[in-house]
């Protein structure tokens, strides 16, 4: 029996939770509002008791895959343990009970986690100072592109254009349209990194930035990092990091000393806060000393043992959102960089390689590797040689899931055909990746042998494969009572 | 496969040209490329457009094509049917399918496209 | 080495196959100069105990409104939270998935936000709603540039009562894309003046915006905004930061509007310091290709049973890339389950009775308040939030924290032209006690 919708449970005047009862019952609100102003019918809520709504949300919740319950290999997306202390102390009362507009010296131990992370962060990354207003990754990379703009204006420079590879994440260049940018995509090199050829010919004085991730998306480190950093300086260009994979380089080597200028991290990736189904993440964004000026308000100041909320910034860019960040987040990232030390971050890099490498190294003979380079923390196939059987990347992804497992992030990025970009994280046992590896290689023999075992995968999950044509054509986007 | 009559773009559009009139639409390898087709975007009548730009957009659920003119002209007529079922496309590329009609402008310009024998071999040899 | 399971015989097997004996010789590709040569500069390593003990500790030294009897509101409302939605959120199958890419691993949270959609249409009825943006003022700004990408227009006009930090992200989001914003003036009754509104708009306007309850809970001219709308093709955006109250007033759909956002923090979500919040993104159907971030849709798998995907993806980023509609990548998913588990839970009365709760409770203190001869510093309707004049808004905050109040927001912060004015907000956790005290509170250091 399928699990039916909230609004399809419960009974007419069904009541949930207890509300206490009203005593101002003698104040009428007719008397308190026009009526033109109160609106005519109520909204359809859901009707149902206490039980109900924990069964229901409780039956859902166990439809999903998760962290928790699976191996979740997801390329780009960093799918490592929440540590359950952290979900423990970031709800602690003397956190969530705080409101945005208290005065500075109620909230000084909030200010002081806000402060001291941004400090650690500025030392893995190697930058100067830092904001930790933005709300992900693609909200940084729109912060980090708007302080760039507003440091080319402050100088005179009116810049038109930013590059980028393409094999970047799709929110980069969404990103530059955003901030007012053209992006311009340049094909990768035969190596898959960037062909500093056609990075040269492309970079004038109308490129406002070079943004890139390193490693870049197929995981691999571009080697020609100094290089690509001095011809973007050249033309006065800034070059903007997307920290997406910043799970490979901790305590390795740092983005600012390789000559970038702002980077944004995703704390919900590198320092492991969960990703919650999809949001709230974080994505501070960290700049060079020269950026500092134009970093969102307020910028959290210590000064004599105090901290406050730093408004008087006229060059700032403005803000991204309201208040000042995502705390919950905030504090398992400060939670997690204390408890694993200099030592211990190196280590996750160590280990997030390592796994990577284990994985993929086992895998090329049964999938093609299309970029031959040691990769990263993670690295991508390609399922193209199945296609002779009918078998597509996707089918293998849904395959994967009556095995147990999470599938890689697939048809990404776009310069891989079939591709499957597989990030096993430092925080997987051995067992795990061997199983996983199992799997893969059973699953490639299925694309011969059985190819229909596939093509109608997956055959285990609480659905079977959903329509998406049927989904993108009927759009029912809600809920509605169908008589 | 591919009809004699018409001539084709390298971005895989076709042109069916009576009395200065085209049509245009996308070929039977760019249909089976997107795959099910679920939303056409449609250009304004009227508009007028420069060879090669972008006038029409057609999703399928993991992708969006632009769509673009192979000559110049004013758009005169489009296809409304494909509001309610963008999967004529994938049905009949080459008859019901068709999305858009454009006055040409430069009717020299299409001596610039490719004849059906020139278009094969661009999707066979790739 | 917490949270890293390999022991080192496992990193010895593992590296052989590789044909390496040291870890370092994973690096060995990353050119010499750039290697860090020492380590990070990071304070010692902690054990769990050890973090526990610390971070209870930073989190005692802040006060809230536990410690407090709490008047602030200004965009961040705070209200009761039933034991629910803390249980939902806590379990390892909503925390701790990714974005449900893969739809036939992901039917719990699909369904929840498809619920989530449904719950936010009735709420504000509008026609579609997506699966949730960062927050209420990045819906703002988002709702401006959809209304922008719609009409191919260049400018925005938004009233000065809508929430102040919510026309800073406006701008900075609008302004650096080459967009005009023009800000028009609120009334001396604390309403948009929408006769200077109506004036403003030219051909060139994409949308005019509007917040209701606006930034000093007052309501609206619903009708004079509904009208101004029909008599022009300039886009309405209605912004509604305090959604509790759309339990009794007009919702945006009513008064016309065609795109409608709002802040969900109402709804289950805590305090927390002002984020997570919760942006809520509704429009009209004919503009969903137009709309920003990820969107749930209905339909069947192969045996023809009920199920979710994500949907209308190609107007996203990893498809359309530099045409997207937007950047956006992630929602507030946590927050969005948060919201539809606290209206689950409330339900259709109970949200409308918490939502009469405030209006109530509101009107009680500043009767209270006017009985002390404290005036209200706007004569118009207002919904669970007003502003009041006082002698001298820094003193009475400073005398409010020794008397145990946060006693507002001082108004001066936001708009220098009001200097002697507090923003006072009441929700359902207020008792009526408490607001009497408060009110004598006021009353003795205005007439004392």
Partial sequence: MAEKLIFELGRIDREGVSIPPDDLESLNIDELIPEELLRKRDPTLPEVSEVEVIRHYTRLSQLNFCVDTHFYPLGSCTMKYNPRIGEKLSTLEGFTSLHPYEPDELVQGVLKIMFDLGQYLCEIGGFDAITLQPSAGAHGELTGLLIIRAYHETKGRKRSKVIIPDSAHGTNPASCTLAGYKAIEIKSGKDGCIDLKRLQEELDEETAAVMITNPNTLGIFEEEILRIAEITHSVGALLYGDGANLNALMGITRPGDMGFDVLHFNLHKTFAAPHGGGGPGSGPVAVKKELEPFLPVPVIVKKDGKYTLDYNR???????????????????????????????????SENAVLNARYVINRLKGAFDLPYNKPPMHEGVLSGKKFREYGVRTLDIAKRLLDYGFHPPTIYFPLIVEEALMIEPTETETKETLDAFIEAMLKIAEEAVKTPELLKSAPHTTPVKRLDEVKAAKELKLRWKEYK | MIPKDLKYSKEHEWIKVENGVGTVGITQYAQEQLGDIVFVELPSIGREVEKMEAVAVVESVKAASDIYTPVSGKIVEINEELNSSPNLINEDPYGKGWIFKIELKEPKELDELLSAEEYERLITEG | MPFIPHSQIDEREMLSSLGISEKEELFSHIPKEIRLSKELSLPAPLSEIEVEQEIKKISLMNKGVNEYISFL???SYNHWIPSTVEYILSRGEIFSPYTPYQPEASQGTLTILFEFQTMMCELFDMEVSNASVYDGASALAEACLMALRITQKEEVIISSAIHPEYRTVVKTYLESAGFKVKEIKFREDGRTDLEALEKAL?????????????????????KGIQSLREKTNILLIACVVEPISLGLLTPPGSYKADIAVGEGKSFGIPLNFGGPYLGIFTSKMEYVRNMPGRIVGETTDTEGKRGFVLTLSTREQHIRRAKATSNICTNHNMCAIAATVYLASIGKKGFKKISEMNLKKAHFLARELGKRNIELLFKSPFYNEFAIKVKNPDKVLEAGLERGFLAGLSLKRFYPDLENSLLINVTEVHDTQSLEKFANFLGEIENG
């Fill in chain 1, 314 to 348: 006229p060059l700032s860019i403005g803000k991204v959102k309201s208040f000042y960040g995502n705390l919950p987040v905030i504090i398992k990232a400060y939670i997690y960089i204390r408890m694993m030390g200099a030592q211990g971050l190196k280590r996750v």
């Fill in chain 3, 73 to 75: 509101g200004g965009g």
């Fill in chain 3, 202 to 222: 030219s051909s060139d306007t994409a949308a005019f915006a509007i917040q209701n309850p606006n930034f000093f809970g007052i309501i609206e001219d619903i």
